[in-house]
């Protein structure tokens, strides 16, 4: 089966919704923000803060470029990994792109009480954060709706998602 990638906005659930739906389709899955620290050996906030996010979104495209190649496996990128570097015309060519759709205001419930540091919205208030969201969303979404499918990532039926996913032409081999 040709690789699963899941794409969305930094706390639609990408991680959560991509370890249960691996599972649910019997395949790998794979999470490139861990795959970046473990290959760098630092976090992402660190990665940031001490070069910026400009060779961030260098090295997360070497990481999708070796990932295009992997079977039977889901992979959740970054929030910004569809816009760059045309990531998304990529991924579109190698493999199936699931995208976790959320309204701006349920991203900010989540991001709001969130514990991991996320260095592109760390400091903000509330009020802030819903307008860059907002900005955000509206600026990737020409990226984010190119996925092959689109998931309510508020209420997420994995069966259903994997059916769908079996069902897509060319996408999943039957498991054996």
Not at 47 to 62: I, M, N, T, V, Y
Not at 83 to 108: D, E, F, K, T, W
Not at 118 to 133: A, H, N, Q, T, W
Request: aromatic share 10%; charged share 25%; proline share 5%.
């Amino acid at each position: 089966m040709k690789p699963v990638f899941l794409i969305g906005f930094m706390g639609a659930g990408k991680s959560t919704v991509g370890k249960k739906l691996a599972s649910a389709l019997e395949i790998d899955f794979l999470d490139m923000d861990t795959l970046f620290e473990e290959r760098y050996h630092m976090s992402i906030p660190v990665f940031f803060d001490k070069f910026g996010e400009g060779l961030f979104r260098k090295f997360e495209q070497e990481i999708l470029i070796s990932s295009c190649t992997l079977k039977d496996v889901l992979i959740s990128t970054g929030g910004g990994t569809p816009c760059n570097n045309h990531a998304i015309q990529l991924m579109r060519r190698h493999g199936l792109i699931l995208y976790l759709s959320m309204p701006p205001a349920a991203l900010v419930s989540r991001l709001i009480s969130a514990k991991r540091k996320r260095p592109l919205i760390f400091g903000k208030s509330e009020d802030e954060l819903l307008e860059y969201i907002t900005a955000k969303l509206e600026e990737r979404s020409h990226f984010y709706n190119q996925a092959h499918l689109i998931a309510d990532g508020i209420n997420v039926n994995i069966e259903s998602l994997a059916a769908k996913i079996k069902e897509y032409p060319d996408s999943v081999s039957p498991v054996s």
